[in-house]
T-cell receptor, first 109, second 114 residues
Framework: KNEVEQSPQNLTAQEGEFITINCSYS?????LHWLQQHPGGGIVSLFM???GKKKHGRLIATINIQEKHSSLHITASHPRDSAVYIC???????????FGKGTRLHILP | EAQVTQNPRYLITVTGKKLTVTCSQN?????MSWYRQDPGLGLRQIYY???????DKGDVPEGYKVSRKEKRNFPLILESPSPNQTSLYFC?????????????FGEGSRLTVL
């Protein structure tokens, strides 16, 4: 079993829909990262969370430390949001990072 | 502009021919790390460094070496590349991993070993 699990693996939605991507982890963490990777492109950090909730534009990230679960929400989705979204965790008292396998999001115009 | 720079971006080489992928950051970050990304496996950590002269193995260090002689540079060395090292490689840096350590990634280096 992977230590970081993301769901769904693939998601296709219509422009304007509310999107939720989930991340569950089974290890102790000091922080959780949400990353975005466009096709053929590099990787960009969207959020780093250790508790609570963060918002940046149409993107919202939440984390529940007790339940070892995080969600990434996209409001009013747009075709330019089409990308792979990757959840990663920084291991508690370690400097290693473990990644989920990513969620491929496709927003149709 | 704050950035992480990797070179080369694309490389085709042959088995056994030593190569180095360079990584440089201009943000004075303590933490630097190398990852490889493979279809179906996602990103996996190869090596990381918390500061100059301090390096540690990640999950897939076999066949790779690193060095951290200066804070800004963290080269990845493949002494004797093999076809199973064909992959997309990313370097990343962070100010401090545990607390305020937002990750900054390079653009990636696509390596093919024939």
């Amino acid at each position: 079993k992977n230590e970081v699990e993301q769901s769904p693996q693939n998601l296709t939605a219509q422009e304007g829909e509310f999107i939720t991507i989930n991340c569950s982890y089974s290890v102790g963490i000091s922080a959780l990262h949400w990353l975005q990777q466009h096709p053929g492109g590099g990787i960009v950090s969207l959020f780093m969370l250790s508790s609570g909730k963060k918002k940046h534009g149409r993107l919202i990230a939440t984390i529940n430390i007790q339940e070892k679960h995080s969600s990434l929400h996209i409001t009013a989705s747009h075709p330019r949001d089409s990308a792979v979204y990757i959840c990663a965790v920084s291991i508690y008292r370690d400097d290693k990072i473990i990644f989920g396998k990513g969620t491929r999001l496709h927003i149709l115009p | 502009e704050a950035q992480v720079t990797q070179n080369p971006r694309y490389l085709i080489t042959v088995t056994g021919k030593k190569l180095t992928v360079t990584c440089s950051q201009n943000m004075n970050h303590e933490y630097m790390s190398w990852y490889r990304q493979d279809p179906g496996l996602g990103l996996r950590q190869i090596y990381y460094s918390m500061n100059v002269e301090v390096t540690d193995k990640g999950d897939v260090p076999e066949g790779y070496k690193v060095s951290r002689k200066e804070k800004r540079n963290f080269p990845l060395i493949l002494e004797s590349p093999s076809p199973n090292q064909t992959s997309l490689y990313f370097c990343a840096s962070s100010r401090r991993l545990s607390n305020t350590g937002e990750l900054f990634f390079g653009e990636g280096s696509r390596l093919t070993v024939l």
